[in-house]
């Protein structure tokens, strides 16, 4: 199984839409989680960090339930310029030791 | 304004002849990484550095070698590359012990031939 794992879509969807992406992730030690996104060619960009408690961000919403061990993303009213990969990430460790696990990411086209 | 350079952006290259990837941040960030990224892979973390002189390897450091003489600078090196290292290379680097957010430099495309 690995350790962080999207589903890479792509997901198509109609402006305006709702959609949502889920990521599962095998080490229940994991500490922290966020959501990043990356346009075609170009560097990851944050796009929220991942609290037990939910969290929202606009249109953007992004939970944790660490029962199941998934994180997800919610995106409301989808634009044009929403088109990206989203990548799930996850931080494992504390003190000295420093893990990082990207997911493979998930592919969202909006369509006009 | 707040960045994180690489250079050289594009590179080109021959199998054995070694070469360096720079990488800077100019936010006094005390850690910094470095990622490779292939189709189906996703981002792979090759080394970290938590501060000036501590540096550890990721997941996939075979082939690498990175130093961290000052805060602000990464540099990637790869002694004799070989076409397996083709591949989208990107540092980014963070503040604090939790790697809050990374700020990720605009990524290296090396081919080796």
């Known amino acids: 199984r690995k350790e962080v794992e999207q589903d890479p879509g792509p997901f198509n969807v109609p402006e305006g839409a709702t959609v949502a992406f889920n990521c599962t992730y095998s080490n229940s030690a994991s500490q922290s989680f966020f959501w990043y996104r990356q346009d075609c060619r170009k560097e990851p960009k944050l796009l929220m960090s991942v609290y037990s408690s939910g969290n929202e961000d606009g249109r953007f919403t992004a939970q944790l339930n660490r029962a199941s061990q998934y994180i997800s993303l919610l995106i409301r009213d989808s634009k044009l310029s929403d088109s990206a990969t989203y990548l799930c990430v996850v931080n494992e460790g504390s003190g000295g030791y420093q893990k990082v696990t990207f997911g493979t990411g998930t592919k969202l086209q909006v369509i006009p | 304004e707040a960045q994180v350079t690489q250079n050289p952006r594009y590179l080109i290259t021959v199998t054995g002849k070694k070469l360096t990837v720079t990488c800077s941040q100019n936010?006094?960030?005390?850690?910094m990484s470095w990622y490779r990224q292939d189709p189906g892979l996703g981002l792979r973390q090759i080394y970290y550095?938590?501060?000036?002189?501590?540096?550890d390897k990721g997941d996939v450091p075979e082939g690498y070698k990175v130093s961290r003489k000052e805060k602000r600078n990464f540099p990637l090196i790869l002694e004799s590359p070989s076409p397996n290292q083709t591949s989208l290379y990107f540092c980014?680097?963070?503040?604090?012990?939790?790697?809050?957010?990374?700020?990720f430099g605009p990524g290296t495309r090396l081919t080796v031939l």
């Open positions: 936010m006094n960030h005390e850690y």
């Open positions: 550095s938590m501060n000036v002189e501590v540096t």
């Open positions: 980014a680097s963070s503040f604090g012990r939790n790697f809050n957010e990374q700020f």
